[in-house]
């Protein structure tokens, strides 16, 4: 007999609007059949959401057909269910962390602010020096002007 685990599988799907849905199963499994029947569970309770709003049962069956494994009753998979430890990734400590990678060219020079700049060569209103996109564009959000990081914060000093 193997040993009892305990599975948790938790989902969180995004339905616009500032709205987002939050489920949670837990068990025991000692075998992967038990831990299909969970699988099984979580399905069955996500089809009971968005009866009375066509977008929300779009949304909610979108995840379960391109997340949740097919399984039928009677407990044979084509996809396997790992039960081993699963390696975990560092988590993300900043909430406005971007979820894919930056993609903004850079040159190896860094500019007398002290960050790399961008290869666009964006030029700061008040003292000409360079001006890297993000600065740029928080610049333009605060005061409406191209600036580099050394008078943004004389601006807002």
């Known amino acids: 007999m193997g040993a009892r ?3 948790t599988i938790g989902v969180t799907i995004n339905l616009e ?3 987002n849905l939050r489920l949670e199963v837990n068990g025991e499994a000692e075998s992967v059949a038990e831990a299909d029947d969970l699988i099984r569970f979580l399905d069955e309770i996500l089809g009971k959401f968005g ?5 929300t049962k779009e949304r909610v069956d979108s995840y379960r057909r391109r997340v949740l494994p097919r399984i039928p009753p ?3 998979m084509s996809e396997p269910v790992n039960l081993s430890p699963v390696e975990r990734r560092p988590e993300k400590t900043d909430a406005c962390a971007p979820t894919s990678p930056v993609t903004e060219p850079v040159t190896s020079a860094p500019s007398p602010g002290g960050s790399l700049r ?3 060569s964006l030029s700061c209103e008040n003292c000409g020096g360079g001006v890297s996109t993000a ?3 928080m610049s333009q959000l605060f005061t ?3 600036l580099c990081r050394g008078c943004i914060k004389k601006v807002q000093g």
């Open 5 to 7: 685990r305990n599975l």
């Open 17 to 19: 609007h500032y709205e």
């Open 51 to 55: 009866q009375k709003d066509p977008a």
């Open 74 to 76: 009677d407990g044979t």
């Open 118 to 120: 961008d290869a666009s």
């Open 135 to 137: 600065e740029q564009k």
């Open 144 to 146: 409406g002007k191209t």
